[in-house]
């Protein structure tokens, strides 16, 4: 239950302190309370300057003063809905007398210099930089522990992940496991220019047909590629490499998509000219199995889960505290 008369007596005592102290006559109260979290409180002061960063992009942006407005109290709403949640976590970890060693301390410390190739020197004076001393950001470190520490009390330590769970979300998403189609194309091409006349036009495709024919006939894709092709890759039987389907054009994936090994399109007329295409492999790269796959789907799900379960426990938390918003 609140004590509203603390509340009364704090709010009246800010007063009396602004009003004594302030060196003009016509001093008036600033600051207010926004919110009543259970026995706390949070400020108009706390909560303007936890969105400060946020004002000056905004007044910067060229909205209307209206509309400047409406972000403004969207941003405040939504970051005294942050505050509360945050001023809940920190009660219940008081409440269970979950603590952080000074040892946690150190070894956070360490781990991050390690990663960012620091030493204690280079730590202490990006602190100085940012206006913080060495005892404030070990404070700073213990706080960023501590909620970790609570939602692996409340939380994580009642996620379960099975292996008929791994195994379904494996079952229901073998397409994303099934690893990535590349194409292994060869081609054939004649040239033409975009402001060629007709009759060039004509000819090279009734070239490119005759050379269809003499693939209908059977004859090999790589030899007629090195005789009749007229780009560069002619003399590597037309070679082009292996591509995913998605980084063809749309023309060429169509006529490819349907292909088998060893099989080849019609004449098709693309940016580059007359072409056929012959579809020499097609591999599967990436591919896992269930067992190869398993540790990472355990993961995945393990956190899905863990954060659903979160939301829950801190909607039941807010629930059973008194909450008031004032804004």
């Not at 863990?306 to 938390?317: G, I, N, P, Q, T």
């Given at each position: 239950?609140?004590?509203?008369?603390?509340?009364?007596?704090?709010?009246?005592?800010?007063?009396?302190?602004?009003?004594l102290?302030?060196?003009?006559?016509?001093?008036?109260?600033?600051?207010?309370?926004?919110?009543?979290?259970?026995?706390?409180?949070?400020?108009?002061?706390?909560?303007?300057?936890?969105?400060?960063?946020?004002?000056?992009r905004?007044?910067?942006?060229?909205?209307?003063?209206?509309?400047?407005?409406?972000?403004?109290?969207?941003?405040?709403?939504?970051?005294?809905?942050?505050?509360?949640?945050?001023?809940?976590?920190?009660?219940?970890?008081?409440?269970?007398?979950?603590?952080?060693?000074?040892?946690?301390?150190?070894?956070?410390?360490?781990?991050?210099?390690?990663?960012?190739?620091?030493?204690?020197?280079?730590?202490?004076?990006a602190?100085?930089?940012?206006?913080?001393?060495?005892?404030?950001?070990?404070?700073?470190?213990?706080?960023?522990?501590?909620?970790?520490?609570?939602?692996?009390y409340?939380?994580?330590?009642?996620?379960?992940v099975?292996?008929?769970?791994?195994?379904?979300?494996?079952?229901?998403?073998?397409?994303?496991?099934s690893?990535?189609?590349?194409?292994?194309?060869?081609?054939i091409?004649?040239?033409?220019d975009?402001?060629?006349?007709?009759?060039i036009?004509?000819?090279?495709?009734?070239?490119?047909?005759?050379?269809?024919?003499m693939?209908d006939?059977?004859?090999?894709?790589?030899?007629?590629?090195k005789?009749?092709?007229?780009?560069?890759?002619?003399?590597?039987?037309?070679?082009?490499?292996?591509?995913?389907?998605?980084?063809?054009?749309?023309?060429?994936?169509?006529?490819?998509?349907?292909?088998k090994?060893?099989?080849?399109?019609?004449?098709?007329?693309?940016?580059?000219?007359?072409?056929?295409?012959?579809?020499?492999?097609?591999?599967?790269?990436?591919?896992?199995?269930?067992?190869?796959?398993?540790?990472?789907?355990?993961?995945k799900?393990?956190?899905?889960k863990?954060?659903?379960?979160?939301?829950?426990?801190?909607?039941?938390?807010k629930?059973?505290?008194?909450?008031?918003?004032?804004?």
């Open positions: 239950m609140i004590n509203f008369n603390k509340y009364f007596f704090g709010t009246l005592c800010v007063f009396c302190a602004l009003f102290w302030s060196p003009v006559s016509n001093a008036r109260v600033i600051d207010r309370i926004v919110a009543v979290v259970n026995d706390d409180i949070i400020t108009l002061t706390e909560l303007n300057k936890a969105v400060s960063p946020y004002v000056d905004i007044n910067s942006a060229g909205y209307s003063s209206e509309k400047k407005k409406e972000i403004l109290y969207k941003i405040k709403k939504d970051m005294l809905d942050r505050m509360i949640d945050k001023m809940l976590t920190d009660q219940e970890i008081k409440r269970l007398h979950i603590t952080v060693t000074d040892q946690e301390v150190d070894n956070a410390i360490e781990r991050l210099k390690q990663s960012q190739s620091m030493t204690q020197e280079d730590l202490e004076k602190l100085k930089q940012n206006g913080l001393t060495l005892k404030e950001y070990r404070e700073r470190m213990r706080r960023e522990i501590l909620r970790p520490k609570l939602i692996n409340e939380i994580k330590s009642k996620v379960i099975t292996d008929q769970d791994i195994k379904k979300y494996y079952n229901e998403h073998k397409q994303k496991f690893g990535v189609n590349k194409y292994h194309l060869c081609n091409c004649l040239p033409v975009a402001n060629a006349s007709d009759e036009k004509a000819e090279k495709y009734k070239k490119a047909e005759k050379i269809k024919k693939l006939q059977g004859k090999n894709f790589n030899d007629l590629a005789k009749y092709s007229e780009v560069p890759n002619a003399a590597d039987g037309g070679d082009l490499g292996t591509f995913e389907m998605g980084a063809l054009s749309g023309k060429i994936r169509n006529a490819v998509s349907g292909l090994p060893g099989k080849y399109t019609d004449v098709i007329l693309t940016d580059q000219g007359y072409q056929i295409f012959y579809l020499e492999d097609v591999k599967t790269e990436n591919g896992k199995t269930l067992d190869e796959i398993s540790t990472q789907i355990s993961k799900l393990y956190k899905e863990a954060e659903k379960k979160f939301k829950s426990w801190l909607e039941s938390l629930e059973k505290s008194h909450i008031k918003i004032m804004l």
